[in-house]
């Protein structure tokens, strides 16, 4: 028995031997053409399982071509036949050399190019070392091989040492010199004077003295003043450029939405893919009077490269088809052909037509833009569901998973991106318009309001103590209690169908804002503490457990629930009774007008919003990107665009200094001026 185990699995060994090169070659083109087809999904938010296979691809890529090298090195002595097996030493080759659509799978990648250097010369030098191995120089050379495989040596070197080119131009310090370049010259060149600038276009624009931009040229100004890519390192765009935007869309909301989704495209294109060789970068705006010049970036572009490649793998499989390929094993012979075949269609013939279809959308349909979507997340739901399937979370806990999946397991993502942008657009435009920042002051008041400015128009902070203090703690335990606050109004309090909308849009902001404390804290605000989500479920489940009877288990019930045990204990000082506190004054303002209720809740929300957005670094709004976008970015590329405050500009202020001087030296004088009378 024993005997007859050992001769099957010498059978099994020789089997795996005689297949191990074919199944490697295989799957390697396999991994190629799933991150052909599946990288560019990217951009939107699909599945988790889908990602992680694409991680998965995107590691194992190289693994997978180096051992098929290295099986194909010693597969076959120097100086037997080669076969069509020499031509898969250059196809693993451009294997190696990666996906247009997917250079980088997380930004960390692009830092990491020098690494990528050595590598793509380990790469080189072993699959020259196969191929000089592998093929019989003693004998006559069979051209239909030999010429091929040195065509496809070619085309195999060239992206091996693309690759890590394309990641050090996108690299930080990359991106730092392309936008610290010299300053735009003009007559703007002080805050007091953009500010100074941008008023008087508004009165005059008001008064009917000047037409505001109709989106016709206006765009591609815009287009050629900003590289949003280059905001990733938080520097600061000159003036005359944020005026120059800031006149296009201060009253142009659909134009606006386009350019923050077509910025986004564009900053990811740069980040994550080989977007310097895409088409659009030869377009008239980037052409100049240097002929050669013109022609060496005609050569460099997408149509260039792209045709010399199809033309050298049309011609190796012409060489191929021409040979002596029928004397060879058919196995390999097919194999081979799928090889050179996919080669063509992945690498010249799909992304030539996709960007030719790209580049006319863009320039006819303006249709290059990032999804609609924002995520949402929410307590009270959060802990519907841990009820509903408690033996999940059991066995979720018992894994050790439970963190990963309360951090995944989020609520179906609102499509309303371009109604909340439209707000924040709103609130940011009515600060220019309406007169509110009408000097340097005033300006860096209205970028720091995260709820006061909403709440003095309306006069709400009148009525109530809550209020105006809840806005004033800091950021993260303001966003909780708001987002308890306003679950309470929503589900205790229904609403004429005319504030349905307003009503919908403060949960739905609302609920993004407890997604980011909850999942993505550190681009909410840097400190922002996640624990505080996880207290504040404690409270909750504390409460349902002291009164256990009659639970509902939905998410509308537990609200309720929550709702009637709260207004039992008057006297509570927790997160809950302090958000139903707030929630209560929220209320008193709607006793005869519901609309004035939900409109001072969206515009508390809209403000969190823009503070969040713009104290958040650009390197982490390009991190997001990676991995599906955070509406977040939205608002922040929109507060550049609409000429609002950069992060740069926050942490330079330098009155602060002055106003701590000032103050000190009022101290000193009025300390002088006691010790006098004493």
């Known amino acids: 028995?024993?005997?007859?185990?050992?001769?099957?699995?010498?059978?099994?060994?020789?089997?795996?031997?005689?297949?191990?090169?074919?199944?490697?070659?295989?799957?390697?083109?396999?991994?190629?053409?799933?991150?052909?087809?599946?990288?560019?999904?990217?951009?939107?938010?699909?599945?988790?399982?889908?990602?992680?296979?694409?991680?998965?691809?995107?590691?194992?890529?190289?693994?997978?071509?180096?051992?098929?090298?290295?099986?194909?090195?010693?597969?076959?002595?120097?100086d037997s036949h080669?076969?069509?097996?020499?031509?898969?030493?250059?196809?693993?080759?451009?294997?190696?050399?990666?996906?247009?659509?997917?250079?980088?799978y997380n930004i960390e990648d692009n830092e990491l190019w020098r690494r990528h250097v050595l590598t793509a010369v380990f790469k080189v030098t072993v699959a020259i070392n196969v191929f000089v191995k592998y093929y019989p120089w003693s004998s006559s050379p069979d051209i239909g091989i030999f010429v091929p495989g040195l065509l496809l040596f070619l085309c195999g070197i060239t992206k091996c040492v693309c690759k890590p080119w394309d990641l050090k131009r996108v690299s930080i310090n990359s991106l730092v010199d392309d936008s610290s370049g010299p300053a735009e010259k003009g007559e703007i060149d002080s805050l007091?004077?953009?500010?100074?600038?941008?008023?008087?276009?508004?009165?005059?624009?008001?008064?009917?003295?000047?037409?505001?931009?109709?989106?016709?040229?206006?765009?591609?100004?815009?287009d050629e003043v900003w590289k949003p890519y280059n905001l990733c390192v938080d520097v600061a765009p000159p003036y005359p450029g944020r005026l120059s935007c800031l006149r296009h869309l201060v009253r142009n909301q659909d134009e606006a939405h386009r350019l923050v989704q077509s910025g986004l495209s564009a900053t990811f294109d740069r980040l994550y893919t080989k977007e310097s060789l895409k088409l659009h970068d030869i377009s008239p705006l980037n052409m100049t009077n240097n002929v050669a010049m013109n022609r060496w970036k005609i050569l460099t572009s997408a149509v260039g490269i792209r045709?010399?490649?199809?033309?050298?793998?049309?011609?190796?499989?012409?060489?191929?088809?021409?040979?002596?390929?029928?004397?060879?094993?058919?196995?390999?012979?097919?194999?081979?052909?799928?090889?050179?075949?996919?080669?063509?269609?992945?690498?010249?013939?799909?992304?030539?037509?996709?960007?030719?279809?790209?580049?006319?959308?863009?320039?006819?349909?303006?249709?290059?833009?990032w999804p609609d979507q924002v995520a949402q997340y929410n307590l009270v739901g959060y802990l519907a569901r841990n009820r509903k399937h408690s033996w999940l979370m059991k066995m979720a806990t018992c894994l050790v998973g439970t963190d990963l999946l309360d951090q995944r397991w989020c609520m179906e993502s609102s499509k309303s991106s371009h109604e909340i942008t439209k707000l924040v657009h709103g609130h940011v435009a009515g600060g220019w318009t309406e007169g509110h920042i009408a000097d340097a002051e005033a300006f860096r008041a209205f970028n720091d309001c995260r709820g006061q400015w909403t709440l003095?128009?309306?006069?709400?902070?009148?009525?109530?103590?809550?209020?105006?203090?809840?806005?004033?703690?800091?950021?993260?335990?303001s966003v909780l209690l708001w987002?308890?606050?306003?679950?309470?109004?929503?589900?205790?309090?229904?609403?004429?169908?005319?504030?349905?909308?307003?009503?919908?849009?403060?949960?739905?902001?609302?609920?993004?804002?407890?997604y980011l404390l909850f999942v993505n804290p550190e681009m909410l605000m840097p400190g922002a503490r996640r624990s505080l989500f996880r207290a504040a479920y404690g409270e909750l489940a504390d409460m349902l457990e002291e009164n256990p009877r009659h639970t509902p288990r939905d998410e509308a019930g537990l609200a309720h629930k929550v709702i009637q045990l709260v207004k039992r204990?008057?006297?509570?000082?927790?997160?809950?009774?302090?958000?139903?506190?707030?929630?209560?004054?929220?209320?008193?303002?709607?006793?005869?007008?519901?609309?004035?209720?939900?409109?001072?809740?969206?515009?508390?929300?809209?403000?969190?919003?823009?503070?969040?957005?713009?104290?958040?670094?650009?390197?982490?709004?390009?991190?997001?990107?990676?991995?599906?976008?955070?509406?977040?970015?939205?608002?922040?590329?929109?507060?550049?665009?609409?000429?609002?405050?950069?992060?740069?500009?926050?942490?330079?202020?330098?009155?602060?200094?002055?106003?701590?001087?000032?103050?000190?030296?009022?101290?000193?004088?009025?300390?002088?001026?006691?010790?006098?009378?004493?």
């Open 569 to 678: 204990d008057t006297e509570g000082t927790s997160i809950v009774h302090q958000a139903w506190s707030i929630a209560e004054d929220l209320m008193d303002l709607c006793k005869d007008n519901d609309e004035k209720m939900w409109r001072v809740i969206q515009g508390v929300w809209v403000e969190m919003l823009c503070f969040s957005a713009s104290r958040c670094r650009g390197y982490l709004h390009a991190k997001s990107l990676g991995t599906g976008g955070e509406y977040l970015s939205y608002v922040w590329l929109l507060l550049l665009y609409m000429g609002m405050e950069t992060l740069s500009e926050k942490m330079q202020r330098t009155e602060l200094y002055e106003d701590c001087t000032a103050a000190g030296r009022t101290s000193a004088a009025a300390t002088a001026n006691n010790d006098q009378n004493v």
């Open 456 to 477: 003095d128009k309306e006069e709400a902070h009148t009525t109530s103590k809550h209020l105006r203090s809840s806005v004033s703690r800091p950021f993260d335990e």
């Open 307 to 369: 045709t010399v490649a199809a033309l050298v793998l049309l011609w190796a499989i012409g060489l191929f088809y021409h040979s002596s390929s029928h004397a060879y094993n058919h196995i390999d012979v097919t194999i081979t052909y799928a090889l050179l075949w996919s080669a063509l269609v992945m690498e010249c013939a799909i992304p030539a037509v996709m960007e030719s279809v790209d580049k006319i959308k863009r320039w006819r349909l303006n249709a290059n833009r």
């Open 483 to 514: 987002h308890l606050a306003t679950d309470f109004c929503f589900h205790l309090h229904r609403t004429a169908s005319s504030c349905e909308a307003a009503r919908r849009r403060s949960r739905e902001m609302s609920n993004y804002m407890a």
């Open 1 to 78: 028995m024993s005997e007859l185990m050992k001769m099957d699995f010498t059978k099994i060994v020789k089997t795996w031997e005689e297949l191990q090169l074919r199944i490697l070659v295989l799957a390697s083109l396999f991994i190629q053409c799933f991150l052909f087809v599946s990288a560019p999904q990217r951009k939107r938010r699909i599945p988790g399982l889908l990602r992680f296979f694409i991680w998965l691809a995107y590691l194992g890529s190289d693994a997978v071509a180096i051992y098929a090298l290295t099986t194909l090195s010693g597969s076959q002595e120097k």
């Open 82 to 104: 080669p076969g069509p097996q020499v031509l898969w030493v250059p196809i693993l080759l451009v294997h190696l050399g990666g996906q247009e659509a997917i250079t980088a």
């Open 192 to 222: 007091h004077e953009y500010l100074r600038a941008a008023m008087l276009y508004v009165r005059q624009a008001d008064h009917g003295s000047l037409q505001p931009s109709d989106g016709g040229d206006g765009a591609c100004k815009v």
